[in-house]
């Protein structure tokens, strides 16, 4: 997830927002190569079930964590050392924010480096575990902190590639875990907010515009999110190769499992499973049944359901299990699982302020390496 994020107000279902020019359109090339025929959510829908035209990978999108430092520091100060950590350049910026001691509440944009002692940052995209690690010794190495640094959030994404924007569209019509009734479509930072619209292929129209999918509040325990992916996480544009159909779920307070870096040495991904499964639609389904599936705004949540013969059902009976997707999806956090485990070829070292940190051998750190 990046800057334009969801906004966390619930939004009426006639809000009427007016369009404005959207803020990432696919070229026409990229459109003419992607695009699905058009047709209903239904029909057809054997011939697209297999996905060995799609590449599945999960990430872990970044983790953020909370600093509480001895000496008074500003926002620019955090924010440089996670530059040099990173060898980031300067048109690159890490998400830091200040916090007032008193209060607990983030500072506003217009006292964004109002001097504090209470900070929060994110660690973009980080490959394992070790990188954390080596960024978090960084960190505490530099400042001298009250006590360790905490995690407070972290977040998941399964990536499709080689697909299209209708393949985000089903991320969300067939999403069996859906962490809240709190559901806008949004474009830009949060310019122009609305109720998602019902038809797949409208939802797939403005996912290919730009528009966002989000559920939940921001600041809740859990919060999902889906787009299809056009741009890098400072807004620009990456190769049309890389595009791809993404779905985040991002836990944070309750939903973590612990506060400490350390327990996510060997954390199993496949445990957020359940965030990432779907439902088809049942082959064979009458003409008829197909207008009634395709008239709901989301078909595949898993809740309770009444029977007209009595009790409960948990799924729409329009629905079967996606099989074949969730077990894509299964094996991609069985993969990150692996890669968040793994051990550098080659550990290296460097001393800063007497403090002797492990340093990944990746291409940001190596002018760290001493021979």
């Known amino acids: ?41 239904v029909a057809n829908e054997c011939e697209f079930r297999d996905y060995c035209e799609l590449r599945f990978r999960a990430v872990v999108d970044w983790a953020e964590f909370e600093i509480c430092t001895t000496k008074t520091t500003n926002f620019w100060t955090v924010q440089q050392a996670l530059r040099e950590i990173q060898g980031l350049p300067r048109n690159v910026s ?30 973009q995209d980080p490959t394992n575990f070790q990188v954390l690690e080596t960024v978090l010794a960084f960190i505490e190495a530099k400042f ?62 403005r996912l290919s515009e730009g528009w966002q999918i989000g559920i939940g509040d921001q600041p809740a325990d859990y919060y999902q999110h889906i ?16 595009y791809r159909a993404r779905i985040e779920i991002t836990l944070r307070g309750s939903a973590l499992t612990s506060s400490s870096l350390g327990d996510f040495a060997c954390f199993d991904f496949g445990s957020l499973n359940k965030f990432f499964r779907f439902r088809m639609m049942k082959p064979g389904l009458e003409p008829r049944m197909q207008c009634l599936a395709d008239s709901y705004e989301q078909i ?13 059902r948990l799924y729409s009976t329009l629905t079967q299990a996606d099989t074949a997707l969730n077990g894509r999806a299964r094996d991609a956090l069985k993969e990150l699982s692996r890669r968040w485990q793994a051990q550098p070829k080659r550990p290296i070292w460097t001393t800063n302020s007497s403090t002797k940190m492990r340093l990944e051998n990746v291409s940001f750190l190596r002018k760290y390496e001493r021979s």
């Not at 404005?20 to 003419?32: E, G, K, N, Q």
């Not at 007032?100 to 983030?106: E, L, M, P, S, V």
Request: aromatic share 8%; with cysteine; charged share 20%.
């Open 1 to 41: 997830m990046t800057a334009n994020q969801a906004t966390s107000k619930q939004i009426p279902e006639n809000t009427n927002v007016e369009h404005t020019a959207p803020t990432s359109v696919i070229s026409p090339s990229t459109l003419l190569t992607k695009a699905l025929p058009t047709r209903t959510m």
């Open 94 to 123: 890490p998400y830091v924010a200040g916090y007032d001691i008193n209060t607990g509440k983030k500072y506003p944009e217009c006292d964004v480096n109002k001097p504090s002692t209470l900070f929060r940052f994110r660690v």
């Open 144 to 205: 001298c902190l009250q006590s360790s640094s905490s995690l407070i959030a972290i977040e998941v994404a399964l990536d499709a590639y080689n697909a299209n924007p209708e393949q985000a569209a089903r991320f969300y019509k067939f999403l069996s875990t859906v962490v809240s009734s709190n559901r806008r479509i949004y474009r830009g930072n949060r310019e122009i907010v609305k109720s998602v619209p019902i038809p797949i292929a409208t939802i797939t129209q």
């Open 300 to 312: 595949g949540e898993r809740k309770s359901r009444k029977r007209s013969e009595g009790g409960i």
């Open 227 to 242: 787009y299809w992916k056009t741009t890098d996480n400072n807004g620009t544009p990456i190769p049309d190769s890389e």
